[in-house]
């Protein structure tokens, strides 16, 4: 069993829709949860760090942390054609930095106009 | 502020060669970590360094793989007598004294 897991998708939706793309993990240890966005051919880019359980909104965007479940959810409002990518999940056990993240395969988004 | 930077960009070696990429870390940085990205996958850690210290080497393969952070200049990923299985898109972050990890664009390495 994978320690995070992720749905692949792809994921098709129109512009403005609501997109919810979630990810399960296994690891108690897990303490501290990244968003990152991947355009093809690219490097990850970072869109939400949160570490603790409850929403975090920056923008368009709002994290989710559900540690009692070991679930968490990034949500995009209006989405836009510009929004299309691969969207990777990670986690690591602790601050301070100096930990590896570890990553969930990724869900891949489209938006259509 | 120039994010983390890393070259080639694109890397084509027969195998039996050795590659070699080189990642230089957003200025103020002193942590630096190599994922590697296989198709389907998602990344996979392969070591934390610090200048001139090798911290967590737990996701590298044993053989052929090894990386560097001197004192002066940039880091360094070298992979011996490359094989087909080692065709990937390798990463670069790095990151002040927090969790915050940025990565570079990545070098694509193609085994022939």
Known sequence: ?113 | NAGVMQNPRHLVRRRGQEARLRCSPMKGHSHVYWYRQLPEEGLKFMVYLQKENIIDESGMPKERFSAEFPKEGPSILRIQQVVRGDSAAYFCASSPMSDTQYFGPGTRLTVL
């Open chain 1, 1 to 113: 069993q994978k320690e995070v897991e992720q749905d692949p998708g792809p994921l098709s939706v129109p512009e403005g829709a609501i997109v919810s793309l979630n990810c399960t993990y296994s690891n108690s240890a897990f303490q501290y949860f990244m968003w990152y966005r991947q355009y093809s051919r690219k490097g990850p880019e970072l869109l939400m760090y949160t570490y603790s359980s409850g929403n975090k909104e920056d923008g368009r965007f709002t994290a989710q942390v559900d540690k009692s479940s070991k679930y968490i959810s990034l949500f995009i409002r209006d989405s836009q054609p510009s929004d299309s990518a691969t969207y990777l999940c990670a986690m690591t056990p602790a601050g301070g930095g100096g930990n590896k993240l570890t990553f969930g395969t990724g869900t891949q988004l489209k938006v259509e106009l």
